[in-house]
């Protein structure tokens, strides 16, 4: 398993966006499974946005109430996942944690039987 840091979660307002950071501060390999997910109480752990960085290709799969104002991306070389939040609405607020596999072994997948490494989830509060 990897220790996972998520960062970036605050209270904003309808409209506005933010952008969390989840980075593997202890792991010296690439990571190229990773997602994020969100929960809100006494709900199930939603997949937000999944990234898969291939040999020749990368994937990116996303939930469709993100489609359009949501964005995962990763820093070439780099051991950290950014979620790029548009258009934040009342309905995304929620508890996001971000996700890794290792090793990778189905990329791009929205649920978290997938992934096997969890941070410890950053809040995300929007208002109107």
């Given at each position: 398993?990897?220790?996972?840091?998520?960062?970036?979660?605050?209270?904003?307002?309808?409209?506005?966006?933010?952008?969390?950071?989840?980075?593997?501060?202890?792991?010296?390999?690439?990571?190229?499974?990773?997602?994020?997910f969100r929960q809100t109480p006494?709900?199930?752990?939603?997949?937000?946005?999944?990234?898969?960085?291939?040999?020749?290709?990368?994937?990116?799969?996303?939930?469709?109430?993100?489609?359009?104002?949501?964005?995962?991306?990763?820093?070439?070389?780099?051991?950290?996942?950014?979620?790029?939040?548009?258009?934040?609405?009342?309905?995304?607020?929620?508890?996001?944690?971000?996700?890794?596999?290792?090793?990778?072994?189905?990329?791009?997948?929205?649920?978290?039987?997938?992934?096997?490494?969890?941070?410890?989830?950053?809040?995300?509060?929007?208002?109107?």
């Amino acid at each position: 398993q990897v220790q996972l840091v998520e960062s970036g979660g605050e209270s904003v307002e309808v409209g506005e966006s933010l952008r969390l950071s989840c980075a593997a501060p202890e792991y010296h390999y690439a990571l190229n499974c990773m997602a994020w997910f969100r929960q809100t109480p006494g709900q199930e752990r939603e997949g937000v946005a999944a990234l898969y960085l291939g040999r020749n290709d990368d994937i990116t799969n996303y939930a469709d109430s993100v489609k359009g104002r949501f964005t995962i991306s990763q820093e070439p070389g780099e051991n950290t996942v950014y979620l790029q939040m548009n258009k934040l609405r009342p309905e995304d607020t929620a508890k996001y944690y971000c996700a890794a596999s290792t090793p990778c072994l189905r990329g791009g997948q929205l649920a978290s039987s997938a992934y096997n490494s969890w941070g410890q989830g950053t809040q995300v509060t929007v208002s109107s």
